[in-house]
């Protein structure tokens, strides 16, 4: 069952195609309506020997409070540090936004709150150019449409968080039918991701501009990288209470199994607290 337990980590890919906006207002616990997910991918200098992980914290943190907190366009904010993937040079940066002109408006807020945080133009240019120094020159963006069906965090992060992120091709079947794929992920994720106390909190994304259209991507918020593992088991004993008869289940993940490739990747990320909005 190794396998089907990591399936169904991913098997809520399948609203793709539920609009982003009507299902990500559908649910009346998600905070804010965001809508837009910005994600960039940083990587760490490797030329700045005088730095230090004390230094740095202190530089995000006062952009963070002097900017990112104070932007009210930024639904939300996120900084997560490679654990297990395949570059340990990279660090993901995360913002929600309630609408794709709020990205756009976004920008210029920032510049705002900057010259107002940092007013003597030496001064300001000085805390950027020790603050760039950390990163190198080269970054990557990823645009995501987010989706309803979240599963959300009961209080703010004080310590560092496991981040799962699974990424996963969507595919669409010549037999699609109308309203499956929202039924069959509402199904799912009442009785399967809702009800696993492990996963912390759970988000749903989708392509909305990047190098390949078929992109989804789904995080798994958990305590500790043991219970990654463990929310397999933990998964495969809902899945078992809910389809107690093994054709019924099996039925349930051969139509799921239609909008999906099979191809998924697996990234392990952790959360700097100090730096959620």
Do not use: C
């Amino acid at each position: 069952m190794k396998q089907t337990n990591k399936f169904t980590m991913g098997i809520a890919l399948l609203a793709f195609l539920i609009s982003p906006l009507l299902s990500a207002q559908e649910n009346a616990d998600e905070p804010a309506k965001a809508t837009v997910l910005v994600v960039t991918t940083v990587h760490w200098s490797t030329d700045n020997p005088d730095g230090s992980q004390e230094e740095w914290m202190a530089l995000e943190k006062e952009y963070h409070e002097k900017v990112t907190m104070k932007n009210d366009l930024i639904v939300h904010s996120n900084f997560l540090t490679h654990y297990f993937t395949a570059d340990n040079s990279e660090a993901i940066a995360v913002s929600s936004f309630a609408t794709w002109e709020d990205v756009e408006k976004a920008g210029d807020v920032s510049s705002e709150l900057i010259k107002t945080a940092w007013p003597d133009e030496a001064e300001r240019d000085a805390f950027f150019k020790k603050r760039n120094s950390y990163y190198s020159s080269m970054h990557s963006d990823e645009i995501y449409s987010i989706l309803g069906g979240g599963k959300y965090m009961e209080a703010k992060e004080t310590e560092p968080m496991i981040y799962y992120v699974r990424k996963s091709h969507t595919a669409t079947p010549d037999d699609a039918v109308d309203g499956e794929m929202k039924e069959l992920h509402t199904e799912y994720l009442e009785n399967v991701v809702y009800k696993n106390d492990l996963i912390k909190a759970y988000y749903l994304n989708r392509h909305r501009w990047g190098a390949d259209s078929r992109d989804m991507g789904e995080v798994f918020v958990m305590n500790s990288l043991a219970d990654i593992e463990a929310s397999f088991e933990k998964n495969t004993e809902l899945i078992n209470a809910h389809w107690p008869e093994e054709e019924a289940r099996k039925a349930f993940f051969k139509k799921y199994s239609r909008y999906m490739t099979g191809w998924h990747g697996d990234y392990v990320y952790q959360s700097v607290p100090e730096l959620i909005k």
